[in-house]
């Protein structure tokens, strides 16, 4: 199993079956404050491409038809801009912003790649937020509603996210930890079927950060397993953990080892491969 990484984030790749429509979408990969008050704030927000298969879509499946067989429901007859930020845990809600570009909103039943097309894009871009607190999260997803905050349940009925990824918590202002090590490659050689299961491999991953603070690290949307693509799959730890567990960092570069267990039966023999994407976020 090989894993590609850029500093942010991890990627790890395999093959599979190819899907009815493949389409790119944004998610973030990091979000730091560049200032903050207590009235104001003003944050970078930095944005990758991951791309999708979904056999459940084609070419003509509209935004009203991913909607729904996604299990969300249908507030208006368009679909808001892809950006959103929680403004706090006390009380909170959800407000999307249009940052990335393209047009304000599409047709619920425009087709859903048209929309896609539109937004997935990387870079950098500049979120203002008034009157919020410092530990807030931003996202990407899509949903039909008119107004510009939601409450949870409205947003956890309504919005979808076809990563799956969690609300990126922002740090606080002047903080970081991010991945430096580009690539680490799990080479498990060759195996027979009996020996295969809870092999394991550990390489050493590097954190800097920037001061000492507690971080995690999550594979996008949640799982703690990638796929592989002899039908078995890639348990990941960290620093022996499971992901999503709370890390202390130090100042400076921390290493972390990243363990890769073998889990399941092969389904064929010969080659096998995964991917995931493997990224910093904050407790």
């Not at 991890?10 to 429509?21: R, Y």
């Not at 919005?159 to 903080?175: H, L, R």
Request: glycine residues 10%.
């Amino acid at each position: 199993m090989k894993i590609i990484a850029g500093v942010l984030p991890f990627v790890l790749i395999w093959g599979g079956p190819a899907a009815a429509l493949t389409y790119q979408w944004p998610t973030i990969v990091g979000a730091e404050w560049t200032s903050w008050s207590s009235l104001s704030g003003i944050m970078s927000i930095q944005t990758s491409v991951l791309t999708i298969d979904d056999p459940r879509i084609t070419e003509q499946t509209t935004v009203r038809d991913v909607l729904g067989i996604n299990g969300k429901r249908m507030i208006d007859d368009y679909a808001v801009i892809p950006l959103y930020y929680r403004t706090n845990d006390s009380d909170p809600h959800y407000v999307h912003r249009n940052i990335l570009g393209g047009p304000s909103s599409f047709g619920a039943d425009s087709r859903w790649i048209d929309l896609t097309r539109s937004f997935a894009w990387s870079g950098t871009y500049t979120l203002n937020v008034i009157n919020a607190p410092q530990n807030i999260c931003v996202g990407t997803a899509v949903w039909t509603a008119r107004q510009t905050s939601m409450s949870p349940n409205e947003f956890s009925t309504s919005a979808f996210d076809p990563t799956g990824a969690i609300c990126y918590k922002v740090p606080p202002v002047g903080q970081w930890c991010a991945l430096t090590v580009p690539t680490i490659t799990f080479s498990y050689g060759t195996m027979t079927l009996t020996n295969a299961a809870n092999a394991t491999l550990t390489q050493n991953a590097r954190v800097e950060c920037s001061a000492g603070m507690k971080y995690t690290l999550r594979l996008r949307g949640g799982q703690t397993t990638i796929p592989l693509s002899n039908g078995m799959e890639s348990k990941i730890r960290a620093m022996g953990l499971e992901l999503g567990s709370t890390l202390n960092g130090a100042a400076g570069n921390n290493v972390v080892p990243l363990s890769s267990t073998l889990q399941g039966t092969a389904q064929k023999s010969g080659a096998f491969s995964g991917t995931g994407v493997l990224y910093v976020t904050y407790p």
